[in-house]
């Protein structure tokens, strides 16, 4: 049963094989590109040049780094259109699985071995693709702080294996409900998009409940916030962000030292053109929660989502195997 | 006796639509049995129920003893060409053997060669390439080399030109003899299987109209022929299939199972095909006119 779905599947597994050695080739050399940069340019900057250097680093591999996240985010959806949904599908439209269903193998193993073996495949595949990505884009990440972005998170570590085996599995069940290639190739498609945008934007940040710490604004922090405003009611900090966490809220309220809110009234004195605003913002003694998940809640959240995948893989799985016996031909 | 095939009250619906109905068979080891009906009339669908491609929506069906596909033993006891013979057209034909050989554990090389050879084929021809007469041979020696105990056949010859249809079946009748085996083949002609078969059935709306072993069948059936008045009294027990009048006489298809005396009439044997013809007219009448004929079995 290995040897047929091997046979079967060997020219679409060399040709990828063929393709994730170039791009792997080219993987390592730009981590030894961003490498050397980091190495020359950022570390070690001198303060007034550095923003600069920064800037010219992330001109330089925004583009590299940005394309193979998304072909590493895109990964899945093609492995569930192209291994997952004609895997049953093909069988069906050439009338196959009436031969090989009658050969002295069950359904249920002939199914398990496809589904096994494939699954491996891609999940080498993809795994392969991660751990180099993550490994070359290693010292831009770091520079640039924001491990839990939308486009990063789910293009480097574990989680894009989740995806993986979830489109695969998908894939080859919903050609076994739908039982044509193309509308299966579709669906696979729109529902692995729909998963991968609705637990970005929507699932992701909820996987625990967010830290709330208070926030001394001095110098320092005033310095790295975006901007401020105030009302008659209340002021804002606004875009602050510290790093390698992840914000949750895109302003906060600023309160006096005894818990009062700051205020228009209050906020006169310190409008001040330039430098001397901040500083005179910085004196004021003033404090607000900082709403966010810790950068210590990276790997449990890696964890939580390549096990919630994983395991929705086993469910469709299970419903295939169910499926399949009952499949009528 | 062993039976290869006990089904009761089969049945199987696609929606509203009816493709078996209350099927009751009992197919006796040793056979070489040929289904037959028109097009639409159950076959594949009968077929299918046998080899557990398809399962039923009532009654029930054994093959050689056990529930179809219930196991990958069960699976190996039983080898099954679906129509068209269908083949891995990027496959060749030796990649077919080695399919066969690592799907089944009781798998014949050397009789799966043998026939590739005495075929003619091309070991590294791809099967897509394959005319149809090549592609019904290889899904056969596919079928054959399992060393199944029976052999299901969805309308072998249906694709082939006359001539690779003949070969086709003698090819079958030397192996069936040369291996021990049962056959169930199915065709939409007669003609295909009378030269082949030693066991009948007879689907036709769904339904089974006929059954048995073709000596029995003939041995029971009569044609009677006479003038009108003649054959107004037939004794109990005879059924008549069919009937047909011309110039005021009286042609009559009957059933008969005991011996049959009838005063100025002459009982004649019948052939097979005006046999089969007579049940499917019966069939096709009955369609029509929403009477559900019996199914006729033949027992020894």
Same mark, same amino acid.
């Given at each position: 049963m290995i040897w047929l779905t091997w046979r079967q599947m060997r020219v679409q597994t060399l040709t990828v094989l063929g393709a994730l050695t170039v791009l792997g080739i080219y993987l390592v050399l730009l981590g030894y590109q961003i490498r050397h940069a980091y190495n020359t340019d950022i570390v070690g900057c001198r303060p007034d040049v550095c923003e600069r250097a920064k800037e010219k680093f992330f001109d330089a591999y925004d583009g590299p780094v940005g394309m193979a996240g998304a072909l590493l985010i895109g990964a899945p959806a093609l492995i569930g259109i192209?291994?997952?949904?004609?895997?049953i599908t093909r069988e069906l439209e050439e009338k196959t699985h009436r031969l090989v269903w009658n050969q002295s193998v069950t359904r249920t193993r002939w199914l398990a071995t496809k589904l096994g073996f494939v699954a491996l495949v891609g999940l080498a595949v993809t795994g392969v693709l991660s751990l180099l990505l993550t490994w070359s884009a290693s010292r831009y990440d770091q520079v640039l702080g924001e491990r839990f972005g939308a486009l990063t998170f789910a293009a480097r570590n574990v989680v894009p294996l989740g995806y993986a085996v979830f489109a695969f599995v998908l894939g080859t069940v919903a050609g076994l409900l739908v039982r044509r290639t193309l509308p299966a190739m579709a669906l696979t498609l729109a529902l692995v998009a729909a998963a991968q945008i609705l637990v970005s934007t929507e699932i992701r940040a909820h996987l625990m409940p967010p830290v709330t710490t208070t926030v001394a604004l001095d110098a320092a922090v005033v310095e790295a916030a975006d901007g401020f405003s105030v009302s008659e009611t209340d002021g804002l900090i606004e875009g602050y962000e510290i790093p390698g966490t992840w914000s949750m809220a895109a302003q906060s309220q600023l309160f006096n030292a005894d818990g009062t809110p700051y205020t228009f009234e209050q906020a006169k004195p310190c409008m001040l053109i330039g430098p001397a605003g901040k500083d005179c913002l910085a004196k004021l003694n003033l404090h607000f929660g900082y709403r966010h998940q810790p950068a210590s809640r990276y790997w449990p959240f890696q964890w939580i989502e390549l096990s919630a995948f994983l395991g929705l893989a086993v469910l469709l799985a299970g419903f295939g195997f169910w499926r399949i016996r009952r499949q009528p031909s | 006796m062993t039976l290869v095939v006990e089904t009761a009250g089969l049945g199987k619906r696609y929606g509203r639509k009816r493709a078996l109905t209350d099927c009751t068979l009992r197919v006796p080891a040793g056979r070489v049995v040929g289904l037959v009906g *028109?097009? =639409? +009339?159950g076959k594949s669908t009968l077929l299918g129920l046998a080899c557990g491609l398809i399962r039923p929506t009532e009654g029930s069906i054994e093959v050689l003893g056990d529930r179809p596909a219930a196991s990958a033993a069960q699976l190996a006891r039983v080898g099954f060409v679906a129509q068209d013979a269908p083949v891995y057209s990027g496959l060749s034909v030796a990649d077919h053997l080695r399919l066969g050989a690592r799907l089944n *554990? =009781?798998?014949?090389q050397r009789l799966a060669e043998g026939r590739i050879r005495q075929l003619g084929l091309d070991p590294a021809q791809r099967a897509g390439r394959l005319s149809g007469g090549q592609r019904a041979q290889l899904a056969l020696t596919l079928a054959a080399a399992k060393r199944a105990e029976l052999l299901i056949l969805d309308e *072998?010859? +249906?694709?082939?030109?006359p001539l690779a249809r003949r070969a086709f079946l003698r090819d079958l009748l030397e192996f069936v003899a040369e291996l021990d085996v049962s056959v169930v083949l199915s065709s939409h002609l007669l003609g295909d299987l009378e030269r082949v078969c030693d066991h009948l059935v007879v689907l036709a709306g769904s339904r089974v109209q006929l059954a048995g072993d073709i000596d029995d069948l003939l041995a029971v059936h009569y044609r009677l022929t006479g003038a009108g008045e003649d054959l107004d009294d037939l004794p109990a027990g005879v059924e008549i299939i069919q009937s047909e009048q011309t110039d005021g006489r009286t042609s009559l298809i009957v059933h008969s199972a005991g011996p049959l005396r009838i005063p100025a009439v002459d009982p004649e044997r019948i052939g097979l095909e005006d046999l089969v013809l007579a049940y499917l007219t019966r069939a096709a009448t009955a369609s029509v006119t929403g009477f559900a004929a019996k199914p006729v079995e033949a027992r020894r």
């Open positions: 192209f291994w997952g949904a004609p895997l | *028109p097009n =639409g +009339a *554990p =009781g798998w014949d *072998p010859v +249906a694709s082939l030109d």
